[in-house]
Protein backbone atom coordinates (compact mmCIF):
# COMPACT_ATOMS: atom_id res chain seq x y z
CA UNK A 1 0.00 0.00 0.00
CA UNK A 2 1.10 3.56 -0.44
CA UNK A 3 2.03 5.87 2.16
CA UNK A 4 3.58 8.97 2.58
CA UNK A 5 6.06 10.75 4.61
CA UNK A 6 6.66 14.39 5.90
CA UNK A 7 9.66 14.53 7.95
CA UNK A 8 9.47 18.37 9.21
CA UNK A 9 6.73 18.49 11.76
CA UNK A 10 7.48 22.03 12.08
CA UNK A 11 9.04 24.95 9.61
CA UNK A 12 9.39 28.13 10.45
CA UNK A 13 10.53 31.35 7.89
CA UNK A 14 10.42 34.81 7.60
CA UNK A 15 7.56 36.58 5.60
CA UNK A 16 8.96 36.89 1.85
CA UNK A 17 11.19 34.22 2.13
CA UNK A 18 11.61 31.07 0.08
CA UNK A 19 9.25 27.95 0.98
CA UNK A 20 9.81 24.12 0.62
CA UNK A 21 7.84 21.42 2.18
CA UNK A 22 8.94 17.44 1.49
CA UNK A 23 7.05 14.95 1.38
CA UNK A 24 8.47 11.44 0.42
CA UNK A 25 5.97 8.76 -0.80
CA UNK A 26 7.03 5.14 -0.63
CA UNK A 27 7.25 2.58 -3.49
CA UNK A 28 4.58 1.88 -6.03
CA UNK A 29 3.04 2.79 -9.86
CA UNK A 30 2.47 6.48 -10.83
CA UNK A 31 0.68 7.69 -7.18
CA UNK A 32 -2.05 10.09 -7.29
CA UNK A 33 -0.63 12.62 -5.06
CA UNK A 34 -2.20 15.68 -3.11
CA UNK A 35 -1.22 18.37 -1.38
CA UNK A 36 -4.00 20.21 1.80
CA UNK A 37 -3.39 22.78 3.39
CA UNK A 38 -5.59 23.54 6.61
CA UNK A 39 -5.68 26.94 8.29
CA UNK A 40 -6.41 27.19 12.28
CA UNK A 41 -9.76 26.15 13.48
CA UNK A 42 -10.39 25.28 9.54
CA UNK A 43 -11.30 21.94 7.92
CA UNK A 44 -8.67 20.96 5.04
CA UNK A 45 -8.64 22.80 1.52
CA UNK A 46 -7.19 21.42 -1.44
CA UNK A 47 -3.77 23.06 -2.99
CA UNK A 48 -2.86 21.19 -5.79
CA UNK A 49 -2.72 17.97 -7.10
CA UNK A 50 -0.75 15.06 -9.28
CA UNK A 51 -2.06 12.32 -11.53
CA UNK A 52 0.48 12.43 -14.38
CA UNK A 53 1.92 14.59 -17.21
CA UNK A 54 3.73 17.43 -16.39
CA UNK A 55 5.62 17.27 -13.38
CA UNK A 56 5.38 21.08 -12.31
CA UNK A 57 2.07 21.20 -10.42
CA UNK A 58 0.87 24.57 -10.03
CA UNK A 59 -2.02 25.24 -7.29
CA UNK A 60 -3.65 28.30 -5.87
CA UNK A 61 -2.26 30.44 -3.48
CA UNK A 62 0.67 30.62 -5.37
CA UNK A 63 1.73 27.23 -4.38
CA UNK A 64 3.76 24.71 -6.88
CA UNK A 65 5.22 21.11 -6.51
CA UNK A 66 7.07 19.17 -8.67
CA UNK A 67 6.74 15.34 -8.85
CA UNK A 68 10.19 13.28 -8.94
CA UNK A 69 10.52 10.08 -9.35
CA UNK A 70 13.81 9.46 -8.95
CA UNK A 71 13.78 10.69 -5.53
CA UNK A 72 10.12 9.85 -4.59
CA UNK A 73 9.38 13.10 -3.51
CA UNK A 74 6.35 15.60 -4.52
CA UNK A 75 7.60 18.62 -2.54
CA UNK A 76 5.57 21.47 -1.84
CA UNK A 77 7.24 25.23 -2.78
CA UNK A 78 6.30 28.89 -2.70
CA UNK A 79 8.90 31.53 -3.90
CA UNK A 80 7.33 34.56 -1.05
CA UNK A 81 5.27 33.55 2.24
CA UNK A 82 2.65 35.03 3.12
CA UNK A 83 1.73 35.89 6.97
CA UNK A 84 -1.07 34.18 5.70
CA UNK A 85 0.21 31.35 4.70
CA UNK A 86 1.05 30.24 8.61
CA UNK A 87 -1.07 26.62 8.57
CA UNK A 88 -0.41 23.36 8.80
CA UNK A 89 0.23 21.34 5.33
CA UNK A 90 -0.66 17.63 4.77
CA UNK A 91 0.55 15.95 2.04
CA UNK A 92 -1.68 12.57 0.61
CA UNK A 93 -1.57 9.59 -1.84
CA UNK A 94 -4.32 7.89 -2.87
CA UNK A 95 -3.81 3.90 -2.07
CA UNK A 96 -6.51 1.32 -2.08
CA UNK A 97 -8.73 3.75 -3.52
CA UNK A 98 -8.89 5.50 -0.13
CA UNK A 99 -6.73 8.73 0.89
CA UNK A 100 -3.56 8.45 3.09
CA UNK A 101 -2.38 11.65 4.55
CA UNK A 102 1.09 12.27 6.49
CA UNK A 103 1.30 13.71 9.75
CA UNK A 104 2.01 17.14 8.75
CA UNK A 105 4.01 20.19 8.90
CA UNK A 106 3.05 22.89 10.47
CA UNK A 107 4.48 26.64 8.84
CA UNK A 108 5.10 29.57 11.16
CA UNK A 109 5.68 32.57 9.57
CA UNK A 110 7.48 35.68 11.07
CA UNK A 111 6.97 39.24 10.09
CA UNK B 1 -24.12 26.61 -1.81
CA UNK B 2 -22.81 25.71 1.65
CA UNK B 3 -20.54 22.55 0.83
CA UNK B 4 -19.97 20.01 3.64
CA UNK B 5 -21.22 21.25 6.98
CA UNK B 6 -20.87 19.44 10.24
CA UNK B 7 -22.77 19.86 13.59
CA UNK B 8 -21.83 20.76 16.35
CA UNK B 9 -18.50 22.34 15.32
CA UNK B 10 -17.56 21.62 20.05
CA UNK B 11 -18.42 19.13 22.49
CA UNK B 12 -17.83 17.67 25.70
CA UNK B 13 -18.74 13.84 26.86
CA UNK B 14 -18.56 12.03 29.96
CA UNK B 15 -17.22 8.66 29.51
CA UNK B 16 -19.79 6.45 28.69
CA UNK B 17 -22.14 8.87 26.98
CA UNK B 18 -23.15 8.70 23.69
CA UNK B 19 -23.65 11.04 20.61
CA UNK B 20 -24.23 11.91 16.83
CA UNK B 21 -22.14 13.66 14.71
CA UNK B 22 -24.17 15.37 11.80
CA UNK B 23 -22.85 16.06 8.19
CA UNK B 24 -24.60 17.37 5.14
CA UNK B 25 -23.15 18.16 1.66
CA UNK B 26 -25.27 20.11 -1.12
CA UNK B 27 -22.66 19.41 -4.13
CA UNK B 28 -25.19 16.10 -5.10
CA UNK B 29 -21.50 13.83 -4.28
CA UNK B 30 -21.83 10.24 -4.16
CA UNK B 31 -19.27 10.00 -1.23
CA UNK B 32 -18.69 10.81 2.00
CA UNK B 33 -15.96 10.15 5.14
CA UNK B 34 -15.25 10.29 8.06
CA UNK B 35 -11.77 11.24 9.57
CA UNK B 36 -10.34 11.72 12.89
CA UNK B 37 -6.76 13.94 13.50
CA UNK B 38 -5.11 13.87 16.26
CA UNK B 39 -2.01 15.64 16.68
CA UNK B 40 0.91 14.07 14.92
CA UNK B 41 -1.00 11.50 13.23
CA UNK B 42 -2.69 13.12 10.46
CA UNK B 43 -6.14 12.09 9.23
CA UNK B 44 -7.17 8.25 9.40
CA UNK B 45 -10.36 7.13 7.84
CA UNK B 46 -12.91 6.16 10.33
CA UNK B 47 -15.65 4.89 7.92
CA UNK B 48 -16.86 6.03 4.57
CA UNK B 49 -19.51 5.91 2.38
CA UNK B 50 -19.05 5.22 -1.42
CA UNK B 51 -22.88 5.55 -2.29
CA UNK B 52 -26.16 5.71 -0.81
CA UNK B 53 -26.95 2.54 1.30
CA UNK B 54 -23.24 1.94 1.54
CA UNK B 55 -20.71 2.30 4.23
CA UNK B 56 -17.62 0.31 4.54
CA UNK B 57 -14.60 0.62 7.51
CA UNK B 58 -11.32 2.59 7.10
CA UNK B 59 -8.37 2.51 9.63
CA UNK B 60 -9.75 3.46 12.59
CA UNK B 61 -13.63 2.14 13.02
CA UNK B 62 -13.28 0.41 16.58
CA UNK B 63 -15.93 2.47 18.74
CA UNK B 64 -17.75 3.80 15.74
CA UNK B 65 -21.25 3.29 13.93
CA UNK B 66 -22.09 5.58 10.72
CA UNK B 67 -25.22 5.96 8.45
CA UNK B 68 -25.67 7.23 5.25
CA UNK B 69 -29.28 8.29 5.71
CA UNK B 70 -29.56 9.54 2.48
CA UNK B 71 -27.33 10.88 -0.61
CA UNK B 72 -26.89 14.16 1.16
CA UNK B 73 -26.40 12.79 4.59
CA UNK B 74 -23.90 10.87 6.94
CA UNK B 75 -23.64 10.79 10.41
CA UNK B 76 -20.99 8.87 13.13
CA UNK B 77 -21.84 7.51 16.19
CA UNK B 78 -19.88 7.12 19.36
CA UNK B 79 -22.42 4.70 21.42
CA UNK B 80 -20.27 4.92 24.42
CA UNK B 81 -17.26 7.45 24.44
CA UNK B 82 -13.96 6.80 25.69
CA UNK B 83 -11.27 9.33 26.34
CA UNK B 84 -9.04 8.07 23.17
CA UNK B 85 -11.83 9.21 20.86
CA UNK B 86 -11.02 12.38 22.31
CA UNK B 87 -9.98 13.76 18.47
CA UNK B 88 -10.87 16.36 15.85
CA UNK B 89 -13.64 15.12 13.34
CA UNK B 90 -13.90 15.75 10.09
CA UNK B 91 -16.04 14.77 6.97
CA UNK B 92 -15.61 15.21 3.46
CA UNK B 93 -17.49 14.17 0.17
CA UNK B 94 -16.37 14.14 -3.33
CA UNK B 95 -17.55 12.57 -6.61
CA UNK B 96 -14.51 9.75 -6.25
CA UNK B 97 -11.49 9.19 -3.59
CA UNK B 98 -9.06 11.61 -5.42
CA UNK B 99 -11.60 14.64 -5.01
CA UNK B 100 -12.46 15.24 -1.70
CA UNK B 101 -13.80 18.35 -0.22
CA UNK B 102 -13.58 19.11 3.36
CA UNK B 103 -15.62 20.53 6.21
CA UNK B 104 -14.96 22.46 9.57
CA UNK B 105 -14.81 19.49 11.60
CA UNK B 106 -15.93 18.81 15.12
CA UNK B 107 -13.62 19.20 18.10
CA UNK B 108 -14.94 16.81 21.17
CA UNK B 109 -13.32 16.35 23.90
CA UNK B 110 -14.38 13.28 25.92
CA UNK B 111 -13.37 13.32 30.13
Known amino acids: AQSVTQPDIHITVSEGASLELRCNYSYGATPYLFWYVQSPGQGLQLLLKYFSGDTLVQGIKGFEAEFKRSQSSFNLRKPSVHWSDAAEYFCAVVSADKLIFGTGTRLQVFP | ?111
Open chain 2, 1 to 111: NAGVTQTPKFQVLKTGQSMTLQCAQDMNHNSMYWYRQDPGMGLRLIYYSASEGTTDKGEVPNGYNVSRLNKREFSLRLESAAPSQTSVYFCASGRATYEQYFGPGTRLTVT
